[in-house]
């Protein structure tokens, strides 16, 4: 089982419509969740973290649930420049604090 | 958010060549500096680990004879493709770690990604 899986995608919705992507990781000692954002051909950038109270940014809004090992993200209102792929990564525990990645899926906004 | 470069930004080569990558925080000393490799539509794979005046840590399966990582600065860590191969074509990215940053220990900020190209 892979360590961060997420939906294989790509979504291909239109301007406005609410989207959601799924993300479970495997190791139950993980300690910290986020969101990244990578557009084609560049690095990822932090979109948001995701806490267990859940939290929301405007349009998008993430929740976590520790006992189904299960985190999501949903962008309400999709813009064009939504269009990207959002990366659910992973801190585990231990002294160098190591990002683990999924594999991401891809979002395609459509006019 | 803090800086980081990353130098050059593209590579091609001929194989059996060595290539350096060099990562840079603009802004903060980090004492810790990540790097990844990404191939087409695959996830980042955490590749070394670079301390400051140590010697890096390498996941399993990445050799470290072949992906040389000097981390001689607080500001600066480099990463040696040495006798690059096609199959070593891939996007190689670096983060550093800023433990004064709002996360705390845990905020990585990262590089812009270096597309190396071995023909």
């Known amino acids: 089982r892979k360590e961060v899986e997420q939906d294989p995608g790509p979504f291909n919705v239109p301007e406005g419509a609410t989207v959601a992507f799924n993300c479970t990781y495997s190791?139950?000692?993980?300690?910290?969740f986020f969101w990244y954002r990578q557009d084609c051909r560049k690095e990822p950038k932090l979109l948001m973290s995701?806490?267990?109270s859940g939290n929301e940014d405007g349009r998008f809004t993430a929740q976590l649930n520790r006992a189904s090992q299960y985190i999501s993200l949903l962008i309400r209102d999709s813009k064009l420049s939504d269009s990207a792929t959002y990366l659910c990564?992973?801190?585990?525990?231990?002294?160098?604090?190591?990002?683990?990645f999924g594999k991401g899926t891809m979002l395609l906004v459509s006019p | 958010g803090a800086v980081v470069s990353q130098h050059p930004s593209r590579v091609i080569c001929k194989s059996g060549t060595s290539v350096k990558i060099e990562c840079r925080s603009l802004?903060?000393?980090?004492?810790?500096m990540f790097w990844y490799r990404q191939f087409p539509k695959q996830s980042l794979m955490l590749m070394a680990t670079?301390?400051?005046?140590?010697?890096?840590?390498?996941e399993q399966g990445v050799e470290k004879d072949k992906f040389l990582i000097n981390h001689a600065s607080l500001t600066l860590s480099t990463l040696t493709v040495t006798s690059a191969h096609p199959e070593d074509s891939s996007f190689y990215i670096c983060?550093?770690?800023?433990?004064?940053?709002?996360?705390?220990?845990?905020?990585?900020?990262f590089g812009p990604g270096t597309r190396l190209t071995v023909l």
């Open positions: 990564v992973v801190n585990h525990s231990g002294g160098y604090s190591t990002l683990t």
């Open positions: 190791n139950s000692a993980s300690q910290s």
């Open positions: 995701v806490y267990s």
């Open positions: 670079s301390n400051e005046g140590s010697k890096a840590t390498y």
């Open positions: 983060s550093a770690r800023d433990p004064s940053g709002s996360w705390g220990y845990n905020e990585q900020f």
């Open positions: 802004d903060f000393q980090a004492t810790t």
